[in-house]
């Protein structure tokens, strides 16, 4: 399945890789959703994630408005430093 043409899904990509953790997964399961059967499984390639985090982020989105990690971001792991 290729939903999208190859500038469209660079942008999506590079918008995807800008967001929190949390926002990659529910924007994931937004454009899932719109695409319908086999999309979960195209983002998940596309994206380069579980499909699993895909179905996370569309339990999150039910959930809206009401968010329990409103103004929570996971800060990124330290690097080693050697």
């Known amino acids: 399945m290729r939903a999208y043409d190859a500038v469209v ?4 990509v590079n918008f995807y890789g800008s967001l929190s953790e949390k926002d990659r997964r ?15 499984a195209y983002l998940a390639t596309l994206f380069g994630c579980d499909p699993d985090t895909i179905s996370a982020g ?3 989105v039910e ?6 990690a409103a103004g929570r971001v ?3 792991g330290r690097t080693q430093e050697n």
Request: a positive charge; hydrophobic letters at 30%; glycine letters at 10%.
């Open 9 to 12: 899904e660079r942008q999506m």
């Open 26 to 40: 529910r924007y994931a399961a937004v454009e899932a959703a719109k695409l319908g059967h086999g999309g979960k």
């Open 58 to 60: 569309a339990l999150d």
């Open 63 to 68: 959930q809206l408005p009401d968010d329990p």
């Open 74 to 76: 996971r800060k990124k």
